[in-house]
């Protein structure tokens, strides 16, 4: 009979690429998670190719995996206009952001990219599906992987799994309602995600804390890295905006507390735009104050214990995807008095103050769940 840590293997699937900063700090908290019970863990990436060419297709659409030489020696003839589009400007700073996640991937995750998915049921004893919007119907990926069709149902577990949407599209429901009976075992990471899987199905489901909540602070801070063009002692105001920030509230702050502005994301600052997902880490747990329309940016502030303001997300056409979210995770942590609106211009009284309750003792709670839930899913407690 086998035992338990010397054996079993489990693989991980969730969204791939190198662009969000989210993502991989979710994959590879899913994987720790994992390796925390005592598991061998792999990260498989299941598009269908991981490299340069799918960068080139998604901003060249024209680009086709089936051309044939030809068309391959008349791309090398006009390679010198090519590569001097897509080297300049905003996709060399695109491709450098690209190159630090991915070089954070390859340090802290144990990836594996040459996957026969026809032949890979059998090499693992669990395959665990998740965080992030694996479920998202309204996107383009190919169900049969986040779903885990490839393996036997005996195998498909989720952790965290996000559908990110309050419908189905009636196109696919009976595609999604097949994927949710096939797996052994389900938890989401949102209220509205179960309702909506009992409300299909009739299959009541966990609802768990995204994964980064699990891991400690002080390991994420074992990762983390000042940036090396942040120079001295300088006290700075860090914001993440995935969409526009409000920058006249911003500035002003900095100006009133001495406070040097690191924009994340800022399309104007390469040093800012290019940040690795260690140095993200860093300048969130550095910031004096810490604003930011992104739920991960949230989290990482609570965890770390900054001061924050989170706004709501602000754009033409802008959809606040998040405030669900973002609200359920204030008021878990009694912090809703942090949100930024439209209604009070985005300044919160005493940005700089912070009351910070048992967060620990929160944490813990969902640590414990969180493991109870996996326990069960992968059959721990009948070794």
């Given at each position: 009979m086998k035992t338990y840590k010397e054996h079993l293997k489990i693989a991980n699937l969730t969204l791939d690429g190198y662009f969000n900063y989210g993502n991989v700090l979710q994959r590879y908290a899913v994987c720790n998670l994992l390796m925390g019970l005592g598991a061998e863990v792999e990260s498989l990436w299941f598009s269908p190719q991981a490299g340069f060419l799918p960068y080139l297709q998604s901003h060249y659409p024209w680009m086709k995996d089936s051309w044939d030489w030809k068309t391959w020696v008349k791309l090398g003839i006009n390679w010198k206009g090519i590569t001097g589009n897509l080297f300049s400007g905003q996709n060399a700073w695109e491709s450098a952001r690209n190159a630090g996640i991915k070089s954070f991937v390859d340090r802290y995750i144990p990836m594996r990219y040459d996957v026969d998915f026809a032949k890979v049921a059998d090499e693992y004893d669990y395959f665990v599906v998740g965080s992030d919007q694996v479920w998202n119907p309204n996107g383009d990926i190919d169900f049969s992987y986040p779903f885990l069709k490839f393996s036997s149902p005996s195998k498909r577990i989720s952790y965290a799994a996000s559908i990110a949407s309050p419908e189905i599209p009636v196109k696919k429901k009976d595609i999604f309602i097949e994927g949710i009976n096939g797996m052994k075992a389900i938890s989401v990471r949102e209220q509205a995600g179960a309702e909506l899987i009992e409300q299909l199905t009739g299959r009541k489901v966990e609802v768990v804390a995204d994964p980064t909540m699990l891991v400690a602070?002080?390991?994420?801070?074992?990762?983390?890295?000042?940036?090396?063009?942040?120079?001295?002692?300088?006290?700075?105001?860090?914001?993440?905006?995935?969409?526009?920030?409000?920058?006249?509230?911003?500035?002003?702050?900095?100006?009133?507390?001495?406070?040097?502005?690191?924009?994340?994301?800022?399309?104007?600052?390469?040093?800012?735009?290019?940040?690795?997902?260690?140095?993200?880490?860093?300048?969130?747990?550095?910031?004096?104050?810490?604003?930011?329309?992104?739920?991960?940016?949230?989290?990482?502030?609570?965890?770390?214990?900054?001061?924050?303001?989170?706004?709501?997300?602000?754009?033409?056409?802008?959809?606040?995807?998040?405030?669900?979210?973002?609200?359920?995770?204030?008021?878990?942590?009694?912090?809703?008095?942090?949100?930024?609106?439209?209604?009070?211009?985005?300044?919160?009284?005493?940005?700089?103050?912070?009351?910070?309750?048992?967060?620990?003792?929160?944490?813990?709670?969902?640590?414990?769940?969180?493991?109870?839930?996996?326990?069960?899913?992968?059959?721990?407690?009948?070794?």
């Open positions: 602070a002080e390991k994420w801070r074992e990762i983390a890295r000042k940036p090396s063009w942040l120079k001295g002692d300088e006290e700075i105001l860090t914001t993440y905006f995935l969409g526009k920030r409000p920058d006249e509230v911003i500035n002003r702050l900095a100006m009133e507390h001495g406070l040097k502005v690191v924009n994340i994301l800022d399309e104007h600052v390469f040093e800012h735009y290019a940040v690795a997902p260690e140095e993200w880490l860093w300048l969130i747990d550095h910031a004096k104050l810490m604003y930011t329309d992104s739920f991960h940016g949230t989290v990482f502030s609570i965890l770390f214990r900054r001061p924050f303001v989170v706004a709501e997300r602000i754009g033409d056409g802008c959809v606040n995807k998040m405030t669900s979210r973002i609200d359920t995770l204030l008021g878990k942590f009694g912090l809703e008095a942090r949100r930024g609106t439209k209604e009070n211009g985005y300044m919160i009284d005493t940005p700089m103050e912070i009351q910070y309750g048992d967060v620990e003792a929160m944490l813990a709670k969902d640590r414990q769940r969180a493991e109870a839930y996996l326990r069960r899913a992968l059959d721990l407690d009948k070794k």
